[in-house]
């Protein structure tokens, strides 16, 4: 292909205000036109983002690029994006649907077990998000299959091993640490 590989960045970039668009063209569909039906269909596009990135991964690798950081980032970014966007979708329309229609959605925050029992079911989604990250990194070196030409892809094996540690450090670890009490005990 007739680019530089940094077009990859600029195609995670706007992946993600894609990804925004849709999210806000969706409730915006849902609450200000009130047309349920029609959002599901564009909120169920969101997916399609993720997707479109993949496929175009793929392609520059097929025209014989040799891999780089961004084709590491871009599967990073549809890791996380799939581990973590239905819950991120979950809680904007919550959010939308008490601005919009006047319910009652309030977030309280989390004390003693059912903090650390949040942060586990989070870390878990981290997991999650690390083994997808992983199935793509190993699928784009089967694809390219010349380890010269996927060496620069050798770092993300380990930023998501160490994404997972920390998060669990500051996560369920540090709930566990700094476990606070109900207060009404």
């Known amino acids: 292909m007739f680019y530089d590989f940094s077009i990859i960045y600029i195609l995670i970039l ?23 039906k029609f959002s599901l269909y564009i909120l169920a596009s969101v997916p399609l983002v993720d997707l479109f990135l993949l496929v175009f991964v793929m392609l520059d690798l097929k025209e014989g690029q040799s891999a ?12 996380f994006t799939v581990a973590f966007g239905k819950q991120l979708i979950t809680w904007a329309d919550k959010v939308c649907e008490s601005k919009f229609k006047g319910t009652d959605y309030t977030e309280t925050a989390l004390i003693g077990w059912a903090a650390v029992i949040d942060d586990l ?16 990194l190993i699928l784009i070196t089967a694809f390219v299959s010349d380890p010269q030409k996927t060496q620069a892809l050798e770092i993300w094996f380990k930023i998501p091993f160490f994404t997972v540690f920390l998060w669990f450090i500051f996560g ?13 005990r």
């Open 121 to 136: 079911k989070l870390w878990a989604r981290c997991i999650l998000a690390v083994a997808i990250i992983y199935t793509l």
């Open 172 to 184: 369920p670890l540090w709930s566990l640490v700094f476990f606070k009490r109900s207060s009404n």
């Open 14 to 36: 706007a992946c993600e205000v894609a990804f925004w668009v849709l999210l806000f063209c969706g409730f915006a569909v849902r609450y200000l036109l009130d047309n349920k």
């Open 68 to 79: 780089t950081f961004a084709h590491g980032l871009a599967a990073a970014y549809i890791g």
